[in-house]
């Protein structure tokens, strides 16, 4: 795209602290830490680097072969007389929002910002809506027109002498040429990268409080089990919920096993639904949803009752195991059929749609998927009703969530720990595991069975031939006989209403306390439209921010 007295500028909003260097007309913010062929940069070193190594830099080609060599979770944004440089890592760590007007590009690491800065009112409906629907808008849109988001993997590159300005995807989580080895040679590669992944983590973390939310799932454990194994003993541990939540035995078994401390955390209702309605929360939200995301509520529930205590050290850092499932195939659609048969792309459309799209039932209309179905299909150049393999199947449905899902809701959650003054890692999204997993073909992936008969093998830490014990739900047995009698009784009736109306026990059961009604007969009004508790709480941001 083309414009006229090409200008560009950046403006920073302190709260997320990003470090900034200004001299001889050169401009560089950056917020993270990276890697260049494997050595940590971060810090006043990182600004140094970039600044030494962006001046060489005349095009976006030169940019993108910079980038080959550089790993990391970071943004920046870099401007000089003759170029403006604006990048995210490969999971959009840190977001990047722009607008282009009055022959003016502005960058912003706030999206709240730009939107005070340019006085914007006019909301994109269709952004609305996809937002409803999924928890956060579409491609680079947000909720207003005009205002626009760097996606993951994805540069900008403005030649201020030329009035031109690039975007590109320099990666996407996408690749059909799959390893061509045997389940144990793939087995013995990823503990080489386990290895080198977990070396990079306690570089980076210099000895600091290491505090994991600790469940009884895989990828929290994944990550103990390998500090532990690397002499790295300064950790902490904590486990939320509900009274008799299944996976609170688990990670007490967990944390004892390992000599690690932990700490469970109750979420009774009405404290979690007072602090859903505190200012602090809706100061929260206006902090973290960047004008296209739902921020997330369940870790915020947590360390708002945390932040009461002196259980987390002021320089901690916090450590969780997202995206572990995703990456290593969990998300993969189920389909009983042999790997042979051939699929249509509405056929993965479906897919998508019934899984990342359904927060509200009731927003599923015919009208409502086709649209959706048809900016997909132009987003990502998915081929128009072709035959797909089920490999096929897999790629694109990875990376349309990886794209999506992924980068805007399941990684912004990291804002959370930001919030309370927290630095954050995310070793699961680290680039090499990137690099591994998108090679892996389908049928190791599935179910995430690779990952699991590596698990069963290495045991790391000893933590993953366990017999977890099991609590007994809380439920009362009044909840139970309903839940069973409405089960059934769809069985027998085939009616979807039925099911509908079963929803409603939700209110009631192990998300409970994450509905922010403050009663029952507000739940009852939409309830059985309703995915989860996450559908309150993006229509709670449309309500609050819009």
């Known amino acids: 795209m083309i414009m006229e007295n090409m200008k560009t500028r950046f403006i920073d909003d302190a709260q997320y602290k990003w470090v900034t260097r200004y001299e001889n007309k050169t401009y560089l913010s950056f917020v993270g830490f990276l890697y260049s062929f494997e050595k940590l940069i971060q810090g006043e070193d990182a600004i140094t680097f970039l600044l030494k190594s962006f001046l060489k830099i005349k095009s976006s080609n030169q ?76 491609g680079n849109t947000t909720l207003f027109e005009d205002l626009f988001q760097i996606q993951a993997g994805e540069l900008i590159f403005v030649d201020k002498q ?15 040429d799959k390893y061509d080895l045997t389940q144990d040679e793939l087995i013995a590669k990823f503990d080489e990268i ?49 009274k008799n939540l299944g996976e609170i035995k688990a990670a007490k078994y967990i944390a004892e096993k390992t000599h690690t401390t932990w700490k469970y955390i109750e979420f009774e209702p009405k404290e979690i639904r007072n602090i859903f309605h505190s200012e602090d929360r809706r100061d929260y939200f206006r902090y973290a949803c960047g ?35 995703f990456t290593s195939g ?7 059929n042999s790997e042979e ?70 990684v912004n959650g990291s804002r959370m720990y930001e919030w309370f003054g927290f630095d954050w890692r995310l070793p699961l999204w680290d680039d090499s595991y990137l690099d591994f997993w998108e090679k892996v073909a389908i049928q190791f992936k599935l179910n995430q069975n690779l990952l699991n008969v590596y698990l069963s093998k290495k045991n790391p830490g000893g933590l993953f031939n366990l017999n977890l014990p099991i609590s007994k739900n809380r439920y009362s047995i009044y909840l139970k006989a309903t839940s069973m009698f409405m089960t059934l009784l769809a069985k027998l009736s085939n009616n979807e209403e039925i099911s509908k109306y079963q929803k409603l026990l939700k209110y009631y059961q192990q998300y409970g306390p994450y509905y922010p009604h403050q009663y029952f007969l507000d739940f009852l009004k939409d309830g059985k439209y309703h995915r989860n508790a996450v559908s309150y709480w993006s229509k709670y941001v449309l309500n609050e921010i819009l």
């Open 63 to 138: 940019l993108e072969s910079f980038l080959k060599n550089i790993t990391g979770h970071f943004s920046l944004y870099f401007s000089d007389s003759n170029k403006t440089i604006a990048i995210v890592d490969k999971i959009r760590s840190y977001p990047i929002y722009y607008i282009n007007k009055e022959k003016l590009l502005s960058f912003s690491n706030s999206a709240m910002l730009l939107k005070s800065e340019f006085n914007l009112n006019t909301i994109d409906e269709k952004n609305k809506l996809v937002f409803s629907m999924a928890g956060y808008t579409l």
């Open 162 to 176: 030329k009035d031109d300005i690039q975007r590109k995807n320099y990666y996407s989580f996408y690749n059909i």
């Open 194 to 242: 386990n290895k080198k992944v977990f070396n990079k983590l306690i570089e980076t973390l210099d000895g600091r409080q290491v505090v994991i939310p600790l469940s009884g799932g895989l990828d929290c454990r994944f990550i103990l089990a390998f500090l532990k194994e690397f002499g790295y003993d300064n950790i902490k541990t904590y486990t939320y919920g509900i």
């Open 291 to 325: 004008l296209n995301s739902t921020p997330n509520l369940s870790g915020y529930f947590a360390h708002s009752i945390l932040r009461q205590t002196d259980f987390i050290n002021k320089d901690a850092i916090i450590i969780n195991g997202q995206s572990g499932d």
């Open 330 to 336: 969990a998300h993969i659609p189920l389909i009983n």
């Open 341 to 410: 048969d051939i699929f249509r792309t509405k056929d993965l459309l479906g897919f998508i749609i019934r899984k990342h799209y359904a927060l509200w039932t009731n927003l599923l209309s015919n009208i409502n998927m086709d649209q959706l179905s048809n900016d997909l299909i132009m987003l990502f150049a998915l081929p128009k009703n072709s035959k797909l393999t089920y490999q096929e199947i897999g790629n694109y449905f990875e990376l349309i969530e990886w794209f999506e899902r992924q980068s805007k809701y399941v």
